[in-house]
T-cell receptor
Framework: GAVVSQHPSRVICKSGTSVKIECRSL??????MFWYRQFPKQSLMLMAT?????????EQGVEKDKFLINHASLTLSTLTVTSAHPEDSSFYIC?????????????FGPGTRLTVL | QKEVEQDPGPLSVPEGAIVSLNCTYSNSAFQYFMWYRQYSRKGPELLMYTYSSGNKEDGRFTAQVDKSSKYISLFIRDSQPSDSATYLCAMSISNDYKLSFGAGTTVTVRA
């Protein structure tokens, strides 16, 4: 149980285009979903925290107008990278916590590799 | 200074050896400590979760927390090639607070 999926797994786009990444909790309802980015050989950096039906909370230094997060339901959150540039190329990973859990373990998706040309 | 420091390695050991990983941290408010394993191009998966100082064992894995020294460790006994991955430590202030990750240590277990 507690499976999180991401789509697409890999995307290559031209500079200036927008890219949408989906994060789904497949077999549980997620109270909270988190979005991270990870550069090669570096740790996961939290970008934002989102709760269903409310606005996302962005970490310091993350542009909310560039990284649009929508948490439409208890099983789906989307991250849209608007007007992507080569410096946005990274590995984007989402995680989700269960609605009922004594410890809010984060279950991670497999990640989305974004390459902006 | 980063909140969580972790030597990125890489670390290469022969099969059957004990793998020793550690992290140090600066924020004394951290109360919850986790170890994640991440295979290449995959998301992290939780290996161990600890709250109090001391040792916690789960099969071949032992997690150790020393809050007085702000130091945590993960030991993998009888290492297998399938243990080859990147191991990330993570910690949080409270049960439902955001996680702060270490940089991850890349481990290779040679057959």
């Amino acid at each position: 149980g507690a499976v999180v999926s991401q789509h697409p797994s890999r995307v290559i786009c031209k500079s200036g285009t927008s890219v949408k990444i989906e994060c789904r909790s497949l077999d549980f309802q997620a109270t909270t979903m988190f979005w991270y980015r990870q550069f090669p050989k570096q740790s996961l950096m939290l970008m934002a925290t989102s709760n269903e039906g409310s606005k996302a909370t962005y970490e310091q230094g993350v542009e909310k107008d560039k990284f649009l997060i929508n948490h439409a339901s208890l099983t789906l959150s989307t991250l849209t990278v608007t007007s992507a540039h080569p410096e946005d190329s990274s590995f984007y990973i989402c995680s989700a916590t269960q609605l009922e859990s004594s410890y809010n373990e984060q279950f991670f998706g497999p990640g989305t590799r974004l390459t902006v040309l | 200074q980063k909140e969580v420091e972790q030597d990125p390695g890489p670390l290469s050991v022969p099969e059957g050896a004990i793998v020793s990983l550690n992290c140090t941290y600066s924020n004394s408010a951290f109360q919850y400590f986790m170890w994640y394993r991440q295979y290449s191009r995959k998301g992290p998966e939780l290996l161990m979760y600890t709250y109090s100082s001391g040792n916690k064992e789960d099969g071949r894995f032992t997690a150790q927390v020393d809050k007085s020294s702000k130091y945590i460790s993960l030991f993998i006994r009888d290492s297998q090639p399938s243990d080859s991955a990147t191991y990330l430590c993570a910690m949080s202030i409270s049960n439902d607070y955001k996680l702060s990750f270490g940089a991850g240590t890349t481990v290779t277990v040679r057959a």
